[in-house]
């Protein structure tokens, strides 16, 4: 049985679908004073039947969520609880870059530890970060996925990482589209919402550029290198990530800066998330369990 979390919702249903399971009736609830519950309603499980929790953590109450989903499972009499983790929320504080801070995604991933026997996540930003679950956990790439909404009439295609970390992405969206070639620009953080980027020497004037990415977030990264694409004569701009979390005015910000068409999976549920990422897990599951 699928369990979906409140950010889950599509790509939960995909999931059953593939998968021919049921989708648990889940509810979200607030109390008066704020607090959360999240509650799978009156199932019966079968005498070992595994649940699938299906939980993106985008927010700090999804990640309460995902917790009452996985432990209501239990309650429920379940035999095991696999989760599925579609985005990973906190997953880029994998280390304390500052004396004093927290490895945040090491807190979260010790906390789903406790109610989950195997763990799932798609793209998390480093894939280290599957070490710090109890239970067995595998981070799984949608990446190839990326290349579907894509035109099929790109001319002369460049396919563009807006940093250096983010290259595999770039070369297995290149590799899926069957055309193009394959560049990084280099990227300096300033702040949470301040970039830097520094182009390399490769020509655009004229061409297709899809530039990738693992998450587009206060959509800095993306505005700065689509002005420098547009600077540089670029023909048409794409931007695609896996997980489109677009916070803020980032949707404002790549308009302004004159992109084409934004693709996103629906790791994240949005406008732009033009591709499931369901097939890859249900590979996954089927290679695993
Ligand atoms: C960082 O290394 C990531 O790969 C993304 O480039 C980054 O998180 C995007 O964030 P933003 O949209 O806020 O620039």
């Known amino acids: 049985m699928i369990l979906s979390g409140r950010h889950s919702q599509s790509i939960a249903a995909e999931l059953a679908e593939r998968l021919d399971e049921p989708l ?43 917790l009452q989903l996985q432990d209501a499972a239990h309650e429920a009499g379940f035999g095991e609880v696999i989760t599925v983790v579609p985005y990973l929320g906190y997953a880029r504080q994998d280390q304390a870059f500052e004396q004093g801070e927290p490895v945040s995604v090491r807190a979260v991933a010790r906390a789903i530890s406790t109610g989950a026997d195997r763990v799932l996540t798609i793209d998390p930003h480093e894939e280290d970060v599957c070490d710090f679950f109890d239970p067995p956990a595998t981070p799984i790439s949608a990446a190839a996925r990326l290349a579907e909404p894509l035109p099929d009439d790109l001319t002369d295609p460049l396919f563009l990482s807006p940093d250096a970390g983010a290259i595999d992405l770039a070369e297995t969206v290149q590799e899926a589209a069957g055309t193009g070639t394959v560049d990084y620009f280099e990227k300096k953080r300033h702040s949470g919402s301040e970039v830097e980027i520094s182009p390399s020497d490769t020509s655009v004037d004229g061409r297709d550029v899809v530039v990738i990415d ?54 994240i549920e949005r406008p732009c998330s033009a591709v499931s990422a369901a097939p890859v897990v249900v590979d996954a599951l089927a290679d695993q369990f």
């Open 24 to 66: 648990a009736p889940v509810a979200f609830d607030r109390f008066p004073d704020g607090e959360l519950m999240a509650s799978i309603g009156d199932v019966t499980p079968a005498d070992g039947e595994r649940a699938i929790v299906v939980a993106s953590t985008p927010s700090s109450d999804a990640h309460i969520e995902l």
């Open 214 to 267: 693992d998450i587009i977030a206060t959509g800095s990264t993306m505005s700065e290198a689509l002005s420098i694409l547009q600077e540089r004569g670029a023909n048409r701009v794409f931007v695609t990530c896996i997980h489109p979390l677009l916070a803020g005015n980032a949707v404002t910000k790549l308009s302004r800066a004159g992109v084409d068409a934004v693709y996103g999976t629906d790791t």
